[in-house]
């Protein structure tokens, strides 16, 4: 049993957790993940890890719920348990000091981002910033974004905050204004990553993007986080989840990750009848 | 007839007695255990049938060499606690190794009725032992010898990794099994289904090692969560042993193996077995919905018969094995095979997957196979497969599952790279001590063989057991 210290919500639906887990606090990198059940009957899901503290022993994860399972992780409050956290698993983030380098996160994704940003200004990085969300309310981490960057950006897609459209074309911006950009990482939803990666495909800029295929173990034992780059089989969990974003093939993940909607769907809405019904009460 | 007087001519004349099994018809239907197992005087009944050789070559047969000839004369007797005690002396998951081991292959296969008549059923007695013992709540916990003061980690709670526990807290030493899973019993647990081996078996040995004092840890993964050196040199513990088994899949290489419904048999078996994912929605874990679907598996070993059996079961309507070679070469066990017949399993033999077929939304429709024949033997001493020109067919399905053996998984020779690997990342070992290149680091099991049986990942974690012990204490085990 793992004990929840603190959470919070950041944003609507997305939600901060810290867990006591010491040797994963001692041991994690950036990049890395924990998987996680929540109970006997649940699901086994990859979150990264957001943030440490070795000397209280904690991890700290940032959850968007999207289904039955992180929504479920959401309700959690302090002082709740959940049954499994396993990790740090994953390759770490790869760091050095690459010159300038370009952090965007789309949604959930900055929550991902945030931990190697901060570990690539530790390497001595100009760290530039792009945190793109929907509208003002959804925007997560500002306050952690601005402290580790040089530059940071905020985008939005309705114009509600910061500059009104979408991450890739503040990128491209930047690129225009011809300033020079040595490594860009690119976290969120599929489409956003794959954006990123035409963006920057044409300058030849080093682009990483980190994976969400769906897993079960996360240690290399099943082969279901199988993703196609460069033509070959890599295991998500493993080899990744960075990977080179000019060599992936995203239309591959993003069908691999259809194959349980029905089921999802189902999960999800016998969840939310049943914390109804439980409200009604 | 009893164990006293009865002559070699009566004992000869008794058939093997078949274990009442369910009916095909209803198994395919349901997880419960296949074999029912034998009631006291059936396993009495094939007990009198061993004619208590003076120099019994089954013993040789078994890896463990289990006092075959003892053990079935005190069930013979009626005497089954006592048996089931003279069984554990040289094997610690008697249950499961009578229900899992290719006995045909080993103990049985040495027994001298083998050649004129049946051979004894020595792994059915075994596990009506066993059985017995645990279901008459008659199970003793061996004692302990007193502290040594040495801690022991053991990474990885296969039979390897048990097996070794169990010794070593018995010699007097502390020990810790490490497991990156949530639940314990590796391959037990994951791989083999509830049909062929119930959980509730696993995890009564499990229970048992704990009440002993061994000390579980679950989702602790070695190379990641902690590394071997860090168990050494920051956690203190005296020596490591290392059963991690063979876990990473091998997918074929073949076009379209990334579609949709493409299942290494791992994943398959693990979201059924140990995420329960028959039980969708009650589990959160969903699988492949196979009701009324056209499944086929790519092998021929247990594996791929525990994973089409697993696709009969959760109601696929044609369920296949497509293997490269014919039935003789198959490394399956017979009884397995015979089952899997019976509940029908459709077999394509000598035919070679050579591409996955799908739609727009790369949902998998089928696959192009080609026959195959039989050539020349090869390096296994098998004859060789050969495609036969022009032969290629489709097959229309909508869920495959390779099963076409395993890997090494990584981890371990990323983080302690003075461990020394073979060319197929297998852990290098000495077979009598089970000793890695690194010092006082043992190793055993499926990481050692390459993927193997249960009853030789239990015989290495033995014979590591012993050197540990010796080493640590600078003396030969007694
Ligand atoms: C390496 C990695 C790191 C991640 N980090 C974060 C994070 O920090 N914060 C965060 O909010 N989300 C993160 N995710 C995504 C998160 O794991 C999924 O949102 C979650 O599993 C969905 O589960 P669910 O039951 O709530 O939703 P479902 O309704 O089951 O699924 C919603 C979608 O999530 C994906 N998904 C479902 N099951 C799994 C699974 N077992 N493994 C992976 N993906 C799955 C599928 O694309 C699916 O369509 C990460 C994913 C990966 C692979
Ligand atoms: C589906 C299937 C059916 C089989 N049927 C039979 C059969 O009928 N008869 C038979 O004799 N054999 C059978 N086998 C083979 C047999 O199960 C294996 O040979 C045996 O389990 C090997 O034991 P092991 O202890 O070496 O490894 P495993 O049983 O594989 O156990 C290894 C354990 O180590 C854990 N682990 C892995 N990496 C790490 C890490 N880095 N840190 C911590 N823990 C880790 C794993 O999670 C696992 O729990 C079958 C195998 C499969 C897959
Ligand atoms: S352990 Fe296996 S080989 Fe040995 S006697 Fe039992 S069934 Fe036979
Ligand atoms: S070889 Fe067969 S008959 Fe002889 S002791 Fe062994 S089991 Fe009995
Ligand atoms: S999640 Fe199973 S191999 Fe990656």
Same mark, same amino acid.
């Given at each position: 049993m793992y004990r929840i210290v603190s959470a919070q919500f950041l944003a609507e639906n997305i939600k901060k957790i810290e867990i006591e887990a010491p040797r994963i606090a001692k041991k994690r990198n950036a990049g890395q993940f924990v998987m996680i059940r929540v109970d006997e009957s649940g699901e086994r899901v990859p979150l990264t890890i957001a943030d440490s503290n070795p000397e209280k022993g904690t991890i700290t994860i940032i959850v968007q719920g999207m289904g039955k399972t992180t929504r479920e992780l959401n309700s959690k409050n302090t002082g709740d348990t959940i049954t499994d956290v396993v990790g740090p698993l994953g390759a770490p983030s790869h760091i050095e000091k690459f010159g300038t380098v370009v952090s965007i996160?789309?949604?959930?994704?900055?929550?991902? *981002?945030?931990?190697? *940003?901060? *570990? =690539?200004?530790?390497?001595?990085?100009?760290?530039?910033?792009?945190?793109?969300?929907?509208?003002?309310d959804l925007v997560i981490l500002e306050k952690e974004m601005t402290t580790v960057s040089d530059e940071a950006y905020i985008t939005t897609d309705d114009g509600s905050y910061g500059f009104h459209g979408f991450v890739t074309q503040k990128l491209q911006e930047l690129i225009d204004s011809g300033r020079t950009i040595d490594y860009v990482l690119a976290i969120g939803p599929i489409p956003m990553m794959k954006a990123i990666a035409e963006v920057t495909r044409p300058y030849h800029i080093k682009t990483v993007v980190s994976l969400n295929p769906i897993m079960v173990d996360g240690t290399g034992m099943c082969g279901g986080c199988r993703v196609t780059v460069d033509k070959q089989i890599k295991f998500a969990c493993v080899d990744g989840p960075e990977f080179d974003a000019h060599l992936v093939d995203f239309k591959? =993940?993003?069908?691999?990750?259809?194959?349980? =909607?029905?089921?999802?769907?189902?999960?999800a809405e016998a969840y939310v009848h049943r914390c109804n019904l439980i409200k009604s009460v | 007839m009893d164990a006293q007087h009865i002559t070699t001519k009566e004992r000869l004349a008794i058939p093997r007695q078949v274990m009442p099994a369910q009916s095909p018809e209803v198994r395919v239907n349901n997880f419960n255990e296949v074999h029912l197992g034998y009631t006291p005087e059936l396993a009495q009944k094939e007990a009198l049938r061993c004619i208590q050789c003076r120099n019994p070559a089954c013993v040789k047969g078994c890896p463990v060499n289990i006092k075959i000839d003892q053990f079935i004369k005190m069930i013979a007797e009626g005497n089954f606690l006592g048996a089931a005690k003279k069984i554990k002396e040289d094997n610690v998951l008697p249950a499961i190794c009578g229900r899992v081991c290719p006995q045909e292959d080993q103990c049985e296969k040495m027994c001298i009725l083998a050649k004129k008549h049946e051979s004894v059923?020595?792994? #059915?007695?075994?596990?009506?032992?066993?059985?017995?013992?645990?279901?008459?709540? #008659?199970?003793?916990?061996?004692?302990?010898?007193?502290?040594?003061?040495?801690? &022991?980690?053991?990474?990885?709670?296969?039979?390897? $990794?048990?097996?070794?526990? #169990?010794?070593?807290?018995?010699?007097?030493?502390?020990?810790? &099994?490490?497991?990156?899973?949530?639940?314990?019993? $590796?391959?037990?647990?994951?791989?083999?289904?509830?049909? /062929?081996?119930?959980?509730?078996?696993?995890?009564?040995?499990?229970? $048992?090692?704990?009440?002993?004092?061994?000390?579980? &840890?679950?989702? %602790? &993964?070695? $190379?990641?969560?902690?590394?071997?050196?860090e168990l050494m040199k920051e956690e203190?513990?005296?020596?490591?042993?290392?059963?991690?088994?063979?876990?990473?899949?091998?997918?074929?290489?073949i076009p379209g193996e990334n579609m949709l419904g493409v299942y290494s048999a791992n994943e398959f078996l693990t979201r059924v077995n140990l995420m329960k994912s028959y039980q969708f929605p009650e589990n959160d874990t969903p699988v492949f919905n196979c009701k009324g679907k056209n499944v086929a598996v790519f092998g021929g070993g247990n594996t791929a018969l525990d994973a089409v059996r697993t696709a009969k079961r959760l109601g696929a309507e044609h369920a296949y094995i497509i293997? /490269? /070679?014919?039935? %003789?070469?198959?490394?399956? /066990?017979?009884?397995?095979?015979?089952?899997?017949?019976?509940?029908?399993?459709?077999?394509?033999?000598l035919t070679n997957p050579v591409e996955f077929i799908g739609n727009d939304q790369q949902w998998l429709t089928g696959v192009k196979c080609i026959r195959m024949e039989l050539g020349e033997p090869d390096d296994s001493g098998r004859r060789k497969p050969i495609p036969i020109p022009d032969s290629e067919f489709t097959l229309p399905i909508d869920m495959a599952i390779i099963s076409i053996g395993n890997g090494s998984n990584p981890l371990i020779k990323q983080t302690t790279p003075d461990i020394d690997v073979s060319k197929r990342d297998t852990i290098v070992v000495d077979i009598n001590t089970m000793a890695t290149s690194k010092e006082n680091v043992y190793a055993g099991g499926d990481i050692v063989t390459g993927g193997a049986t249960v009853i030789l990942a239990m015989g290495a974690g033995r014979t590591a057991a012993a050197a540990i012990n010796e080493k640590l204490m600078g003396t030969r085990a007694v």
């Open positions: 996160g789309g949604g959930v994704g900055t929550a991902i *981002a945030y931990p190697t *940003a901060v *570990a =690539l200004k530790k390497a001595g990085n100009y760290v530039i910033t792009i945190n793109g969300a929907r509208s003002k591959n =993940l993003s069908d691999r990750n259809k194959i349980y =909607l029905p089921e999802e769907k189902q999960s | 059923a020595i792994g #059915n007695l075994e596990r009506f032992a066993a059985d017995y013992e645990r279901e008459t709540g #008659n199970v003793e916990l061996p004692s302990v010898k007193s502290s040594t003061g040495k801690k &022991v980690a053991v990474i990885g709670s296969g039979p390897a $990794g048990l097996s070794c526990a #169990n010794d070593l807290i018995q010699m007097g030493h502390a020990v810790t &099994v490490f497991e990156a899973l949530h639940e314990l019993g $590796g391959v037990l647990v994951y791989g083999i289904p509830e049909f /062929r081996l119930p959980k509730k078996i696993v995890k009564a040995e499990i229970e $048992g090692l704990k009440q002993l004092g061994v000390k579980f &840890v679950t989702n %602790a &993964v070695a $190379g990641r969560s902690i590394t071997v050196d203190g513990f005296d020596a490591v042993f290392i059963g991690v088994g063979a876990g990473l899949p091998w997918f074929m290489g293997y /490269r /070679r014919s039935e %003789a070469e198959m490394p399956a /066990r017979l009884e397995e095979l015979h089952h899997a017949q019976k509940e029908g399993i459709e077999f394509m033999l």
